[in-house]
């Protein structure tokens, strides 16, 4: 299934509210996993598009349980 940027947003939001967490702890699991400083902000710029971060994505997809988006496939 092709997962547009604002498609993505939508599942990690349900992602998030699903397992009770927020973009916060998305956020803080992301920096630790990589040991680099995303913030919430810089996080929903990615999901939206308006920032280009694999790592961002690919982490996000790994904590969250989700489908890497086709964008990210290669």
């Known amino acids: 299934m092709e997962t547009g940027k604002s498609d993505f947003r939508k ?8 397992q009770e967490k927020t973009i916060s ?10 040991g680099k400083h995303f913030d ?3 996080l929903i710029k ?10 961002v994505i ?3 997809c790994r904590i969250l349980g989700l489908d890497l988006p086709d964008d990210y496939k290669q």
């Not at 308006?50 to 790592?55: C, E, H, M, N, V």
């Open 25 to 34: 702890w998305l956020a803080g699991e992301i920096n630790a996993a990589t």
């Open 11 to 18: 599942l990690v939001r349900k992602a998030l509210v699903d």
């Open 40 to 42: 919430g902000s810089y």
């Open 46 to 55: 990615a999901f939206d598009g308006k920032k280009k971060s694999r790592t």
């Open 58 to 60: 690919e982490e996000t």
